[in-house]
């Protein structure tokens, strides 16, 4: 049976400035590549605006019978996020002091997942409990980057994460990013191996950078094709009409040539 919050005062209050914030490694070096690849086809698609919080292992804190609890997920999206002032550096984000429930949390599994399961209560709780029933992060998913696998976890009604199931294609939609989270494998930063992408409403496939440069290149090289196509094209029909002029040009001599041969014979040639 899932514990509950009901019997715990969760309160939500700022990082202090002085806590020093552990500094553990991440589990391998896909994690930060992955956090880094979701986080380009934002950006370059010009989703990242004001108000909107990207960030990979940033500490998300809530204060939970007076003890301060940071999970820092492997990557999360939250909205309506107040700026930093003074030009400040954040070090953490606090739901609902300093901006909106994360709309989505992403754990990169490894080989030895067992935290990002956990459902354990008591202090310091689980990354389950605490994204489920002390956060309520709308979306929770799981994503094993060695076999490609994507676990994608809604909060129901009843305060519940519940697995969400694929669509068609295989894709999740994301209500509070606005789009489509799958699976895709490929090639990007010298790895090979399974990524998560974003696709729009109309199932188009985001693009990073080096493929949108590709994608540029590509149709380049194309529209220098149809223009060379065109002009090779325009060469030929100038061509032809120029034989065909010569061709009326003889045709015309010849004729000429013929009706005076006519008249030296006293023929009048027909008009």
């Known amino acids: 049976m899932t514990a509950s919050t009901a019997d715990l005062k969760i309160t939500w209050e700022k990082l202090p400035d ?38 990979p292992n940033m500490g998300i804190c809530a204060t939970v019978d007076s003890k301060l609890v940071i999970k820092a997920p492997d990557w999360f999206y939250a909205r309506n996020v107040q700026p930093l002032e003074n030009q400040e550096i954040r070090r953490s984000y606090t739901p609902n002091l300093e901006g909106e429930i994360p709309a989505i949390v992403m754990e990169f599994l ?15 709780p689980g990354k389950w409990f605490f994204y489920e029933q002390i956060l309520r992060v709308p979306v929770y998913a799981l994503f094993e980057p060695a076999a490609g696998v994507l676990e994608v976890y809604h ?3 009843s305060g519940k994460y519940e697995v969400q199931p694929p669509d068609a294609f295989g894709r999740y939609w994301i209500s509070g990013v606005g789009l489509f989270i799958g699976v895709w494998y490929g090639t990007k930063a010298e790895r090979t191996g ?8 109309s ?3 985001l693009l990073w950078g080096a493929e949108m440069v590709e994608r540029e290149r590509q ?15 325009r060469a ?20 000429s040539i013929f009706a005076a041969q006519l008249r030296a014979l006293g023929i009048e040639p027909e008009a």
């Open 236 to 255: 030929i029909a100038q061509q032809q009409a120029e034989q065909e002029r010569e061709r009326a040009e003889q045709e015309r001599e010849r004729s």
């Open 194 to 201: 399974y990524w998560l992408r974003w696709w729009d409403e």
């Open 155 to 157: 909060l129901d009604s």
């Open 18 to 55: 002085d806590f020093i914030l552990d500094e553990e490694p991440v589990a391998n070096i896909d994690q930060p590549l992955l956090a880094a690849a979701l986080r380009e086809i934002l950006e370059i698609a010009g989703l990242i605006v004001t108000g909107i919080l990207v960030a």
């Open 110 to 124: 490894s080989a030895t997942a067992n935290d990002e399961y956990s459902r354990k209560k008591t202090y310091p």
């Open 203 to 205: 199932s188009e496939m």
């Open 219 to 233: 149709e380049r090289a194309i529209a220098q094709q149809q223009a060379e196509q065109e002009r090779q094209e």
